[in-house]
Nanobody, 123 residues
Framework: VQLQASGGGLVQAGGYLRLSCAAS????????MGWFRQAPGKEREFVAA????????YYADSVKGRFTISRDNAKNTVYLQMNSLKPEDTAVYYC?????????????????WGQGTLVTVSS
């Protein structure tokens, strides 16, 4: 499985970005997908997850109401729309494919990870 994340960049606080993650190598539509992030000097943390069908989503409290995860199974792609960005959202964002079909916050339930894309939010 290969996961290719893109869409990161530099944005001012209050701005928006849309991350994409294209998957190949395993039946994309059968597995949940997730986004995690890691800020400098901090541990990797859960951001959002989406079930295989796209109808169930989960969010970290810190991004709820600002970020939206979605997927297009026909395009083997998962997205993370990030609005109202804050400086504390600055991190490397990773997409991951789960071992399971339902969404999950636990990184142990993800067996494939992308290379990450850097998001920098300036104040």
């Amino acid at each position: 499985v290969q996961l290719q994340a893109s869409g990161g960049g530099l944005v001012q606080a209050g701005g928006y970005l849309r991350l994409s993650c294209a998957a190949s190598g395993r039946s994309f539509g059968r597995y949940a997908m997730g986004w995690f992030r890691q800020a400098p000097g901090k541990e990797r943390e859960f951001v959002a997850a989406i079930a295989w069908s796209g109808d169930i989503t989960y969010y970290a409290d810190s991004v709820k109401g600002r970020f939206t995860i979605s997927r297009d199974n026909a395009k083997n792609t998962v997205y993370l729309q990030m609005n109202s960005l804050k400086p504390e959202d600055t991190a490397v964002y990773y997409c991951a494919q789960a071992k399971v079909t339902w969404g999950t916050r636990s990184p142990e339930q993800y067996d494939y990870w992308g290379q990450g894309t850097l998001v920098t939010v300036s104040s």
